[in-house]
């Protein structure tokens, strides 16, 4: 007899836009037993959070179970009115949200959020609740466990309050945790330590868990067991590591396939002059300096990657760059000439030859203007094209980045995927026909597979127009696909840069091997491996406070 | 940070008050040409104009008035050379009492329509508050006023239709009084209050800490109480500023309709008879009460906020 | 503030008049020397004509009242008055040498007595002896003298130096003040019943205006301008029977004509005034509420400057009197309370008023005279605003739709109610206006239909009327000054260059609980402004 | 949160383009009963203020009958006062309260919409500035700043709009501020600055297509509140002046027959509520769209 603890059948679930129902959830099932971790992986759209409620019979706004059966532990919780359900949630389904920082209420201390629900739940009084807490928060190592509950969320750094949210998804001891992206919003080194946090105390308490993640390296750690999902339906389901070693289906394959892009090849500097040259900037907001005597050059062909963790500076290197933010010392030069600090003094040549691409699509391209004004305006503002030469170069630039002009080229942006938006910001930095483009996180907010065909785009503009890139980015993967030379970053200064194959063979400086170790890798027994070696060569666990 | 306020509020009233200096100055005819009408003499105008200190420059004038103000002296009336500060405070407690009891009423009520109509949005009722709130509001008040004098003076005469109050009427007597012009007033501001409380809690609801405590299994009234509330107590504090202001403020039309002794209509006859002194202190008390409740409201969502309550 | 008629007619400063701040609205009661002056002879005076007559007078009760003509601005200063409020209640706390009975005849009040030289000339006023002051003060002949003289001399500020400046001397004698006069007038006594003229206590030889002690049969005991006033008997008043029949007052500014209106009804007050007119058809219908309306001298005129085309052409002027609808405009604008005029400014009010002289409505008559004039298809301006009277707006339409049936194109200019009376009238060529009621005929044709008159708005300059008018100020027999009178009426009617379509009526509303007597009197409204003291509560 | 998980392989993408007119149109029919209403209201309006001349039986200003005659054939609604007829002004009073009231509005969001966009995009002391002189002004009670200046300029209509305007163009300057400022952090924006564009374009394409929605909402708003402002005004002997028809004054000037329970009078009053609400319903089904907020549970 297994102990069957989740039984969810021909699950289907509608979501609304634009007033139109569509289906979200095409008739899934999922079991779980007791004890036991499922990861649910798929790209956006997949309908794995919209799963993971549905657990709980949890349905956003917009949202509407239109058929099938949830059963928890023998309950039929589609059936159960709203107060039966309530009672459910918190106290034996519990559910850790993507971002910790905005899923904790900023009004109140974290131990209050914490002891609300046995209390209001009548499991325990307040001040078992509070003990409770604090022995909790010592086992998901939280520094100051007695302290830590009386601060407030914006008190307490990213990580910790992904581990206190884990907690308080245990306050009273559920049977089934859902945790929705738990360290995707975090940076790569804080990652690895939330990941082994949850999982020591999964296991430690024999909770099952539904992992819901878009990366498989990091359910793989997590996960016995693996759900594929892609449009809402099941495309493969095994245990982890028959899913590693042996996928079946092209889907997941191509899951497995993402980083398997490379530059053709590392072009070294073929001029000897870069054509940006940083140097020696110092820059900040206020009084504080955020960039610390950066020097750093971009040659022509090149793609430099800017790597680190977010704070370290690498947008605000971008905005001293592009003249947003006026550098306090040094000065950036363009093909040997200073340029003015502020893009306010600089002429229509200047600004034309140092173009950005944005990482959220969505916000870089104006939703009130065509696909044709927003890739036309730099031509007919930079090179004063009009009329028929202005349209036959905006459908040649539409041409250039795979989309077909005639079915594009009167579009808005909102009738766009992500990855199309991002290929028309691309289009509309090539339209000004720069020698110079900033590429700030392009590929970070797009699925695998898109940010995949980015890369190769971008790549191939770049032999194309022998064009200098400025690549920015926390993801290590996208820097080993793509970049010629690299710099990495902490707290506003370069700690180390060099060609790529330099930088990424040992020796490493030390923070850069953190960076590089804390890389998910695509093996069950990573995770393991990794923590046992930090502890043997005293790496600290981050107890950050900020 | 409430400092830099309070000293920009300072200075506020520093404008204002020159400003409506000006602006009194520039109105056709003075007080003395006011009280004589046009009948009298040049010479008459002239005497009464030496007498009450017109015929000095109007930059001494007012660096006179602010010398009087710093001690504490707010001068006398032009036209009936009665203290200031004595005709003030009487209509200036009316004019408080007033908005206070119609701030009693509507705020809390406000508070909790726009709590229900948050929770239970879209719904029936939801749309019927929205629809008679709306309603109210979308009366001229005079015609509020009548219609409430007619029903509930005339034709009931439950309530008064004047406001016939003084400084030894007892306090229940004066709510009675008080009564039809507070509900008045209320009608107006009440949709406004409850629409942008319901408005700030549903803006909240979107959040994620809100999903959140739906996770965690919290009845709904608590999610809203407990967790939507404190988080919207800044965009509520500036909600009821702004109607308390308008409360002090804007009910000239309400005074003159119930006769009500309050600051409005003794601005506005000052105004008419070029009573610069009355004017200017009416002014500053309006243009006061407006950067006090602003500053409160600033204070309250500083207070409110946890982030610049616990700093890190 | 369109169409709040008549209730603004007599004075300008309601409410709205107020907010507009027009300091000049005060100036017409200045021209019209308040009204007060009240010769027994030319008073209007009527029968009380509301429904049910009120019980006997009866002493006792508590009054409340409220009156529209306030102002927060207001003082005690009796120099400063101009409206009904303050008249009333100083008339109820204060005394005057003499009062204007309800019949209109001439009553001794401080002045127990008074006699005259054989010229007319010089004037001895016997003051009563005993007479307290509310705050002990006993008075004195000195109070009386520097209670006269606020209203002399270059630097008065008083409203009614005009009124007094034929005085060229007060002096005290004994128990008595003698007046001189600069010439003779046999009216001197009417002087002292000026609503200006109060007796206040003196220090000095200066008299305190501002001072809640009067002699009066009331005592003020509580003041707040343009709020309320609370009154009570005095216990020491030297008047006989106590001088008032109710015990205490209690008189509220309402300027808010419906606030008014639903307090009479509701029952929150005794008596208003000026309840509004557009309502009153109704108001007469409720239960427990009387109308109360005297007929007045008042004059709602439209002068045009006869020296401008075509207003200088008689025929031109004629064809407009002829075509102007004046039982429309009482039906319409005054609501049925005023009287049909004629053109000319004396009242029927007037015993020399000429009652045969009236202007017929006739279409084909005016024709005629444009067509003579050669003014056929003209288009002519009417400066108008309700600064001029409540519902000049609406009358310059009627006008419009009247004059247009002979070809006469009328173009309403709406003037800023701010100055109206300095920018507009006595400088646009035709505008609205009206002119308050006057005790004589000679002080309105004085003051305005004289070649050498001040305030001559239409610019008339006509010898025959110059010499009439003349002539009159100095004829002693009553025939024949009515004689001239009637002439003058009758040319300036003909002639003159005012289209004068009604004289108006004062109207108060009362709780049917309240007695007025059988007369009441005229000179200003609410009873002269002894209403307080004269009305009773059954 | 994923959000963008509600919306599998976005439907968007493949359905057929639209003109903005047929999006507009199709909005249109799915808004809710409520809106549907207040445009309904609003075209009716409208339409009565744009054809009053050809809809009335009589003129405006046109003395036709006895006064307060009561509702017949002959005069649907009765007549004023005056003898004029009651419906007649009724109609013209849309054009003239309306109309007067829009162009203030419009005026105002000239004024204050201008200003607040500049605020945003200059920020710093042209910012600071404008937003002090706001505050000042703000301190300053409305009405009777109002009447202060009507008093000094007159009370002629043109100086009522202006007066009016520039009052109220202190709470849109805030509003289009704050929008504004939404819109000025985002990346296309920064991406036109860099460009070098002028400040003409990066108001009128950049911004201004992006902040309709809300201005819109407060543009329905303030147009209330100006209507309601210049009824106070009439009340008060200062809005727009006979013998133009307008509501305000119209049931001002026959305010004293509500107590006698009177309907006539309160038809202006009437006419005034449901525009009122029925803009109000518009501005809701504006804030929602914009807001984009789905509500639910």
Redesign the interface.
Known sequence: MTDRLLEIRNLEIDGESDEVWHEIIKGLDLDLDRGEVLGLIGESGAGKSTLGLAAMNFVRPGCRIRGGTICFDGQELTEQSETTLRKLRGVRIAYVAQSAAASFNPAHQLIDQFSEIPVVHKVKNRQDAEADAKDLYRRVLLPDPNGIGYRYPHQVSGGQLQRAMTAMALSCRPDLIIFDEPTTALDVTTQIEVLATIRDIVREFNTAAIYISHDLAVVAQMADRIMVLRYGELVEESTTRQMMSDPKMDYTKSLWAVRSFKKEAETAATEINPVVKVDNVTAGYGKEDILKNVTFEIHRGQTVAIVGESGSGKSTAARVITGLLPPRLGEVQFNGETLPKSFKSRNKDQLRHVQMIYQMADTALNPRQRIRNIIGRPLSFYLNLRGKQKEERIRELLSLIELEPDLYIDRYPDELSGGQKQRVSIARALAAEPEFIICDEVTSALDQLVAEGILRLLDRLQREFNLAYMFITHDLATVKAIADNVVVMLQGEIVEQGPKTDVFSPPHHEYTELLLSSVPEMDPDWLNELIAHREKHGVMRSTSTS | MVLQRFGLGLLTLFVVSIIIFVGVEFLPGDIAEALLGQGASPENVAALRHELGLDRPAHIRYIDWWAGVMQGDLGTSLANRRDIAELITFRLSNTLFLALTAAAISVPLALILGVLAALYRNGIYDRSVNVVTLGAVSAPEFLTAYVLILYFSVKLGWFPSLSNIDANTPFIEKLHQATLPAVTLMAVILAYMMRMVRASIINLLASAYIEMAHLKGMPKLRVIVKHALPNAWAPIANIIAISLAYLVVGVVVVEVVFIYPGLGQLMVDSVSNRDIPVVQACAMIFAGTYILLNLTADIVSICTNPRLLHPK | MKNSKIEQLIHQDTALKQALGDPRVTRRDFLAFAGAMGLSTAMGSALWSGRALASMPKRGGHMVSGLNDANTGDSLDCGLFNATYMICVSRAFRDSLVNVGQDNSMEPALAESWEASADAKVWRFNIRQGVEFHNGKSLTTGDVVASINKHRGEDTTSYAKGVFSGISDVRVDGNAVVVELADGNADCPALFTDYHFNIMPSKDGVAESLSDAGTGPYLLKEYNPGVKTVLERNPNAWHPDGGALADSHEVLAILDDTARQSALISGSVDVINRPALKGIARLKKVKGVNIVDVASNLAFTHPMRMDVTPFDNMDFRTALKLSTPRQEFIDKVLFGYGAIGNDQPLGPGFASYDTNLSVEYDLDKAKHHLKKSGHEGVTIDLSASNTSYGGAMDAAQLFQQHWAKIGVNLNIVQEPQDGYWNNVWNVKPFCTCYWGARPVEDMILSIAYLSSSPWNDTLIKNARVDELVVAARGELDQAKRTAMYQEVQQIISKEGGTIIPAFGTDVAATRDTIGVGEQIGGGWEMDGGHFLKRWWKA | ??G??????????N?P?RTRLQGALREVL?APM?AKFGILVILVYGFVAIFAPVLTPYGE???VG???DVWGEQFILGTD???RDMLTRLLFGARNTVGVAFITTCLAFLIGGLTGLLAAIYGGWLDQISS?IV??L????????A???L??F???IPTLVIVIATLDATRIFRVTRAVSLNVVV????????????RIFWLCV??IL??ITAPLMAEFGLRF?FVF?MI??LS????GI???TADW??M????????????ITP?LP?IA??????GV??LV?WF?HKS?G?????
């Open positions: 949160m994923t963008a998980e509600t919306t599998s392989r976005d439907p968007k993408i359905r383009r799915k409520t200003t046109e003395i006895p006064e307060f006062g005056l003898g002090r505050d000042v703000m301190a300053i009670p409305q009405l009777i700043f009447l202060m200046l008093a000094i007159g009370t002629s985002l990346d296309y924006f920064e991406a036109a600055r860099l460009r070098g564009e394409r950049e297509p992006n209330c309601l009824a106070a009340f008060l002997g200062l002046q006979p013998p305000g004054s049931v001002r000037e026959n305010a004293v027959l509500i107590t006698f329970g009177d309160v009053a005034i509520a449901i525009l009122t609400l109000n319903f809701d804030l807001s907020l789905k509500d639910g549970h």
